[in-house]
């Protein structure tokens, strides 16, 4: 496989096509390329968490991270989702690209994992719903189901806000996390619950190494 620069990673995900009618409730806003490809650049060439492994994308929605992963040389990539409009995207875009090495599979992340999937992927990528007033603590549901099936590492975002909520858990949980980065990401004005029309909030990415 071609080995990609960030900037050619970034420019490939600008073409991938996101959530046409974003779902309030399900907190669907897309993680935008640029940061997609920071993440993802970064879990390639500082980690190693990449690259013929076996990945898990929770809250895939359209796919931006796993295909970006798939183009990275992922062994495979599943992505997992509630919402069949948003893997219907997904697909097209999978197909769009000629990739072989991504699945996708539609269930709901907080009834995982079930006893098969413990511990069986390499990597866990996740950009997952913030839990807003309509879903509160759904970020740590998926967190802790990313690092029950996870066995290397799990990358996620999460608003720096939370940040000592987080490190809390994962003491309790002990759990090591490293906040690799603080990033602005903005909020498309299509989520009406905040006040102004585009909101830039921030966000931490965070490696957890689970036990
Ligand atoms: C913030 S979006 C991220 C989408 C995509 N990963 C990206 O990076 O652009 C969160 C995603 O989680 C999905 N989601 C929300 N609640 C879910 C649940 N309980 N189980 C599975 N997926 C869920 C939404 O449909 C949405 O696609």
């Not at 997609?36 to 076996?54: F, G, N, Q, S, V």
């Not at 295909?67 to 697909?91: N, P, Q, S």
């Not at 759990?175 to 004005?189: F, N, S, T």
Request: hydrophobic letters at 40%.
């Amino acid at each position: 496989m071609k080995k990609l620069k960030r900037k050619e990673l970034e420019s490939y995900l600008q073409q991938v096509d996101g959530f046409e009618n974003p779902k309030l409730v399900l907190e669907q806003y897309p993680t935008r390329p640029h940061i997609a490809a920071c993440m993802l650049y970064t879990i390639h060439t500082t980690y190693d968490d990449i690259e013929d492994k076996l990945i898990a994308d929770l809250g895939c929605g359209c796919g931006v991270l796993s295909i970006g992963a798939a183009m990275l040389g992922a062994g495979l990539c599943v992505g997992f989702d509630l919402d069949e409009d948003a893997l219907e995207i997904f697909k097209a875009n999978v197909e769009e690209f000629e990739l072989t090495n991504v699945d996708m599979i539609q269930c709901n992340v907080c009834s995982l994992p079930s006893d098969k999937m413990l511990k069986r992927f390499d990597t866990v990528i996740m950009n997952p719903p913030f839990g807003t007033k309509y879903n509160k603590g759904l970020d740590m549901t998926f967190l802790k189901t990313a690092l029950q099936i996870a066995r290397e590492a799990v990358y996620s975002l999460h608003k720096t806000s939370t940040r000592e909520h987080i490190q809390k858990k994962a003491e309790e949980w002990k759990i090591k996390m490293e906040v690799i980065a603080e990033l602005r990401y903005d909020l498309p004005a299509s989520f009406k619950f905040h006040k102004k029309k585009s909101v830039d909030i921030e966000v931490d990415f965070i490696r957890f190494s689970p036990g």
